[in-house]
């Protein structure tokens, strides 16, 4: 039987690779490069620096739903784990607690993930802020050097 759903899940597989819909040529990924490098390029040539304000507020705001989004699934399965066990049988109180283990490292891994990601994002802003100074210091010395 092993053998049948091994053998039907790499026919499947193949399949899916040679009938594939997409083509991804390299052309088209180095065109849509070249592309971006160039808006990049004239946005800087006419003095219109990235609202560096805009991104950070767009990424606080998806920090906070999605930690919000972690707080309230961890606690629902939280509260669904803890009344199994306290209205199961002798044999379910022993199952619970085999889950309970990956449960706890779960939400562990999760929330190290969310204190990581507002660690980088505060050292970014700070960093940034240094940048900004440094960019309009360098700005400063290229219109010197240009007059």
């Keep these: ?6 053998s039907l899940i790499m026919f ?3 399949i899916f690779v040679c009938f594939s819909s997409e083509i991804y040529a390299t052309w088209d990924i180095t065109s ?3 592309s971006f490098i160039s808006i990049g390029k004239q946005g800087y040539e006419n003095n219109k620096p990235l609202d ?3 991104l950070q ?20 399965v939280g509260l669904v784990i803890g009344i199994q066990f306290i209205t199961g049988s002798v044999d379910e109180k022993a199952k619970i607690k085999e889950t309970l283990v990956p449960y706890v490292v779960g939400c562990i891994v999760i929330f190290s993930a969310f204190t990581i990601w507002k660690i980088v994002m505060e050292l970014g802003n700070s ?3 240094t940048a900004t100074s440094n960019t309009a210091s360098i700005r400063t010395i290229e219109e010197q050097i240009r007059s």
């Design 127 to 129: 960093v940034e802020g």
């Design 12 to 14: 499947i597989m193949i």
């Design 57 to 76: 507020i767009t990424s606080k705001e998806i920090y906070n739903l999605l930690f919000t989004i972690a707080v309230v699934l961890a606690f629902g």
């Design 52 to 54: 560096e304000g805009a």
């Design 1 to 6: 039987m092993k053998k049948v759903i091994i």
């Design 32 to 34: 849509d490069g070249d």
